[in-house]
């Protein structure tokens, strides 16, 4: 576990964002696959058994590892609106990464794309692709240089908090980002030091009727600085501390809907493993949110993540995740849509090539200025089977219920879905 605790701090241990969707292809795809980012590989959920580990192909310098996934189902409100209009759906989900033959050291490529099809509602029809490199420079025992990079193209879920609700296709846009970092050991303390640049710009969206809407409003370019200080108590559980200072710019809006803004956060918590059965990231702190238009509303507050991982058995695995973010809005009166999420997540593995999950989440939007609120309430279940190193078959069952309140920015809905597919691993 030592080793684990030293990998994670070097990597600045920032615990994982909960989402709605669970086990997810690019953006708004469901991927079949259950393959949660665990703290362990040797426990339910993650564990892989050798047999059934597929094996990278060696290509020159790098090991390459392509997959495509195929998934076939049902979304009985493909709109996510009140009068929920059901259709028939497929998806195609290449992948491919590669990763250096280093013996220290490490560089990897990936590329990853998902499209959709619908039987009847063809303006849901969408493409998404993803692909991003990221390497780490070794020196010394413990001291590492960590970069990354990667550009992708997305889409907003509908009725997500992002979404325009009279939109007649999905809301689309480009993501580009950057993050160089360092993790630098000084006996039991560990300084971790990151930079982040991220740049969206969104693409205009056509109405239901007929016209189109701009949404460069929301262009933004965003730069972040976190300096982390770990103290390791143990070789098992370290303490932290943080600060970050993030300044966001609109690149496009006119003068009196730019979301220029500044944000501060200090926090505290701890990583690790508290028992042999129990590991995870908590933190809490204080954020400070001040816009330069007086129009958006400033925040100050209570801020939170945690991911904690509970192994109750060699077969099951549970897992309690909670974050406080921020969402670009897709409405021009509202900056950002402060967002608390809590997921619940259990993962079982009966049998050596058949793994069961199960995920149950809450998700509040403060849509701030204009007085919405959402609460979206989501349920899942997915089995995956592998037949052996290259195959595997999947199928999930998925409920979504979403309420409102003030003035309807988003659409309240309530909906279900359900495919079955495979995955073919070369």
């Known amino acids: 576990m030592k080793r684990g605790l030293a990998k994670l701090a070097l990597s600045s241990g920032a615990a994982m964002a909960p989402t709605l969707a669970g086990a997810q292809a690019i953006g708004a795809g469901t991927s079949i696959v259950i393959d949660p980012a665990l703290d362990r590989d040797d426990v339910a959920g993650a564990r892989i058994e050798p047999a059934l580990r597929p094996r990278p192909v060696l290509v020159g310098p790098m090991f390459a590892q392509p997959s495509v996934s195929l998934v076939g189902g049902y979304d009985g409100n493909v709109f996510n609106r009140p009068d929920g209009r059901g259709d028939a ?118 109405l239901t009727d ?18 982390r200080l770990d103290y390791d108590l143990s070789g098992l559980v370290s303490v932290f501390g943080s600060a970050s200072y993030e300044d966001l710019v609109s690149t496009s809006a006119p003068a009196d809907e730019r979301r220029d803004a500044r944000s501060y956060v200090v926090v505290a918590g701890f990583r690790g493993a508290l028992t042999p059965l129990l590991s995870g990231e908590v933190r809490v702190g204080y954020q400070w949110r001040d816009y330069a238009l007086p129009a958006y509303r ?86 995956q089977y592998s037949v052996n190193r290259s195959l595997s078959f999947g199928a999930y069952a998925a409920f979504v219920r979403q309420d409102v309140s003030g003035p309807p920015l988003v659409n309240a809905f309530t909906g279900f879905s359900a495919g079955f597919g495979m995955t073919v691993t070369v």
């Open 298 to 383: 400033d925040f100050q507050g209570v801020t939170f993540r945690a991911d904690l991982q509970w192994y109750v058995t060699p077969l099951v695995t549970l897992r309690a995740q909670a974050s406080r973010t921020f969402r670009n809005s897709g409405d021009r009166k509202v900056g950002a849509i402060l967002t608390d999420a809590f997921v619940l997540s259990a993962y079982y593995d009966p049998l050596r090539n058949v793994r069961l999950s199960a995920m149950a989440a809450l998700e509040r939007g403060d849509f701030g200025e204009a007085g919405t609120r959402t609460w979206r309430k989501a349920a899942r279940v997915q089995a």
């Open 210 to 227: 007929g016209g189109k809407a701009d949404q460069s409003f929301r262009n933004t370019r965003k730069l972040r600085g976190e300096a």
């Open 89 to 206: 759906f497929a998806m195609v989900m290449p992948s491919l990464q590669l990763r250096a033959n280093l013996p220290r050291h490490a560089f990897a490529v990936s590329a990853a794309g998902t499209m959709r099809r619908f039987a009847r509602y063809r303006t849901e029809n969408s493409e998404e692709f993803a692909v991003s490199a990221n390497g780490r420079l070794d020196f010394g025992a413990r001291n590492a240089i960590r970069a990354s990079g990667g550009f992708s193209h997305l889409i907003e879920p509908r009725s997500s908090a992002g979404s325009v609700p009279d939109a007649a296709e999905p809301v689309s846009y480009n993501r580009l980002e950057a993050q160089l970092g360092a993790g630098l050991a000084f006996g039991a303390f560990r300084l971790a030091p990151t930079v982040q640049y991220e740049r969206l710009d969104y693409d205009p969206v056509s």
